[in-house]
């Protein structure tokens, strides 16, 4: 039997989701193939719509090898797994005489512990294990949660967090899950036959497609004990996150809480000596942590310096203590030793890493206030220490070995893909050398036909914008785009701060359109009551330019407050731009430029999700028209007709919003003639 065309696969696959196979889709697909055929690598912008799982799986499958691909978000790792790929191999079995195995793996905090379920967690002030199901009331949300997750371990196949619906608390989900760290292992632990996380590790050995996150990625490559099976294929999607993901695993943390909590941990499982050693060092620490040091640390104060010392070196002894002394009033010894030693060896880690002063490394002194929600911080200091760039490390360890592909609906920058490329750690495009990775970038385009279905609207008129000051005139401005888009407007801003200002402030000039603002509810609240009424707006930061995805009329105006440019004391974004004009190159343009490009081409991206969207991405900063830099910018961002008339947009506005409220009428008499009709 001959072997069956890409084309032929690739249609199998799109009639078998329902799909539409798409120009840019093939296009994709055929570069694929090509990079697993010829064992490079590949960048490939693939804007919405264009079908890219489709695109990447179909000659992956084919190829017969082992894949491994990784997502940013837990959105589409489930869309991989319960959509895309069960319907891909079904309709590719005919022709591939195989029905290729696929399994996804997380790191082992996101799955059930069934030692910490059954025998409880080990508590920082008692030799014995807590009892959390006794201790949480039974009416309190916590005690609610624990009883619930008792029941679903009964129940469940995966032990996935992220199965269990509805989830719960950070809080609540920390009682039955442990770290690889505080793991005692599969070959010491009474659960280790019937444990979640060993079992997800057997299905990935046994698939040829593993689903995985960045962040295990990132462990993978970095931690040296390989956590992902062998693969020759390894696709990263959402790939204009892997940098920021890759760093924040990379990044370490040091508080007063965490080293007390080790302190604490350790204490009643070491000798006197070494527990008296490390409290000292403690509360040297946690005494200069008080102090006002400055943001970034480019050389360790001298007391610093030695409070961090004797940090190590009190870790260092309590581990060689913990693994000699033993306790046998100590209930379930070796879980509480393995959670204690977890603690300090994480602390004795990031102190011992600050102390050798790496030049690679960048060191900074933050304090933050508490905040609610999953991500809650206690208040306090922290000491962070980061990699100046992981674009070395991402070099070595991604791109040797095995064939790789990138995609996302944003990886061309400035026009090319050289900005994205070098922070992969790769050398411009089609650079010779034995030593140097080659790739190709191909922008496969989009289904989409921007210039007809949205406008770019510069605010050129208004006050150029200063940091942290009152923008009277950009809060007038806003407030005509919603009145003239009838609401439907994401606000998109570059502070928190700037959001709830602006927030606060339209709420009592417009009290007629509803304004969401981020935080106030969870995410998935906040776009679900978005796009189910198309008069009310959404605000918020960050996760916003990213997170969006309301197709139709409830999102008809995207709005920049300014360009999203690193905040100027931001110690790593400033030692990334420091560093590169030392080398000789434009710091601006590689570190500040690029990052604010990835995120306003990301934002303008929420605008058309479909082919009947339209609107307007409104930047109400005169730079991106006046600035030398604002040409690159634009170059990044969908090819949106250009305008700086303030008048037209709001005709434009204003003709979009009649038209969607006349479908929507249509609708409501369709549905109340329907209604009558039954």
């Known amino acids: 039997m001959t072997k069956p065309s890409l084309p032929e696969l690739l249609h199998a696959a799109v009639t078998a989701v329902g799909g539409t196979e798409r120009p840019g889709q093939v296009a994709m697909a055929e570069a694929v193939e090509e990079a697993i055929d010829g064992g490079s690598h590949l960048l490939v912008q693939a804007g919405t719509g264009t079908g890219k799982s489709l695109g990447y799986l179909v000659p992956a499958l084919a190829h017969g090898e082992r894949v491994v691909v990784a997502t940013a978000t837990l959105a589409l790792q489930r869309q991989l797994v319960e959509r895309d790929l069960p319907r891909t191999v079904d309709a590719l079995h005919p022709l591939l005489r195989r029905r290729p195995e696929f399994a996804m793996l997380k790191g082992r905090s996101n799955y059930l512990c069934l030692h910490r379920l059954h025998e409880g967690v080990p508590q920082d002030e008692e030799d014995g294990l807590f009892d959390q199901f006794e201790a949480a009331a039974p009416t309190s949300k916590l005690g609610q949660d624990l009883l619930r997750m008792r029941d679903w371990a009964d129940e469940t196949e995966t032990g996935d967090r992220d199965d269990l619906t509805p989830g719960v608390s950070d809080r609540a989900w920390a009682q039955v899950s442990v770290s690889s760290r505080e793991c005692l292992g599969a070959s010491k632990c009474a659960y280790g036959a019937e444990c979640f996380a060993e079992s997800a590790r057997e299905r990935a050995k046994l698939a040829e497609v593993v689903v995985t996150n960045h962040a295990l990625l990132a462990i993978d490559a970095i931690e040296g004990a390989p956590v992902l099976p062998q693969h020759e294929v390894l696709i990263v999607d959402e790939a204009h996150e892997l940098v920021s993901r890759v760093t924040g695993v990379a990044t370490g943390e040091l508080t007063p809480g965490q080293v007390n909590r080790a302190v604490r941990r350790a204490a009643k499982l070491v000798n006197e000596k070494a527990a008296d050693q490390l409290q000292t060092a403690a509360e040297g620490f946690e005494r200069l942590m008080e102090l006002a040091l400055p943001g970034r640390l480019e050389e360790i104060p001298e007391d610093l310096g030695y409070a961090l010392m004797a940090l190590r070196d009190a870790c260092r ?37 600050i102390t050798n002063g790496s030049e690679w490394d960048v060191v900074w002194y933050e304090r933050h206030e508490p905040r ?34 990138l995609t996302s609906a944003t990886l061309k920058l400035g026009g090319d893909f050289n900005g994205v490329g070098a922070s992969l750690g790769l050398a411009p495009e089609g650079t010779e050398g034995d030593d140097v990775p080659q790739w190709k970038g191909v922008d496969v385009g989009s289904p989409f036909d921007y210039r007809k279905q949205g406008i770019l609207y510069v605010a050129k008129h208004l006050a150029r914008p200063a940091r942290d000051g009152d923008r009277g005139d950009m809060l007038d401005e806003l407030t005509e785009l919603i009145q003239a888009a009838g609401g439907r407007t994401l606000g998109l801003f570059s502070s928190m701060r700037a959001a709830q200002l602006a927030a606060e402030e339209l709420r009592s000039r417009i009290p007629e359109y509803p304004i969401l603002l981020q935080g106030e509810e969870t995410l998935g609240e906040l776009i679900k009551n978005f796009a189910a009424d198309p008069r009310t707006c959404l605000f918020g ?18 709005v920049m407050d300014k360009i999203p440019f690193p905040r100027p004391d931001d110690p790593l974004m400033s030692a990334r731009q420091k ?13 500040a430029a690029t990052h604010a490009a990835l995120l306003m081409a990301q934002g303008a991206g929420r605008l058309v999700r479909a082919s009947g969207d339209r609107g307007v991405v409104a930047v109400l900063d005169q730079r991106l028209a006046t600035a030398r830099y604002g040409s690159y910018l634009k170059a990044s961002l969908p090819d949106f007709w250009f305008t700086t008339d303030r008048n037209q947009v709001r005709k434009s506005l204003a003709a979009i919003d009649a038209k969607a409220r006349q479908a929507e009428g249509a609708e409501q008499v369709e549905g109340a003639e329907q209604a009558a009709g039954d």
């Open 541 to 558: 930061t960050l996760s916003l330019w990213q997170g969006v995805d309301v197709p139709g009329p409830s999102c008809q105006l995207v």
């Open 579 to 591: 560093a590169v004009e030392e080398a000789g190159g434009n710091g601006f343009m590689a570190v």
């Open 317 to 353: 002894t309590v581990i060689s203590a913990i693994g000699t002394t033993r306790d046998k009033s100590v209930q379930d010894e070796d879980a509480v030793r393995k959670q204690a030693l977890a603690s300090v060896e994480s602390v004795h880690d990031v102190a011992e890493r």
């Open 372 to 405: 609610g929600g999953s991500a809650y911080r206690p208040s306090g200091a922290s000491l962070r220490v980061a990699p100046m760039s992981v674009s070395g490390l991402l070099r070595e360890k991604l791109f040797t070995e095995r064939s790789v592909v």
